[in-house]
């Protein structure tokens, strides 16, 4: 297994730190690499999960109210499963 790379925009509110996050794929034999990447994000996830080759991407998902998904042009969770390069695992906030 080549492992999975993860990385977030921002650690606002996350369950875990990252930290965490890394000791339990570690102590379940994943490799988990963690990225702070400037620009937008969702194409920055895409461009990094293809130089990395990842497996899989996982992503949290928070609810947008209808006005700002048309403001916005839609949720970084859907540009991203539109064009990601793997499978895309999203999961509930």
């Known amino acids: 297994m080549r492992g999975t790379s993860t990385w977030w925009a921002s650690e606002i509110s996350m369950p875990c730190s990252t930290e965490e996050a890394q000791g339990i794929a570690h102590a379940e034999g994943a490799l988990i690499k963690t990225h702070l990447e400037a620009g937008e994000a969702h194409k920055r996830i895409v461009e990094v999960a293809e130089e990395e080759r990842c497996d899989l991407i996982i992503m949290g ?18 540009k991203v499963t539109s064009n990601a390069p793997c499978p895309v695992l999203v999961v509930g906030a």
């Open 61 to 78: 998902a928070q609810k947008m109210k209808r006005g700002l998904r048309r403001l916005f042009g839609g949720s970084i969770v859907e």
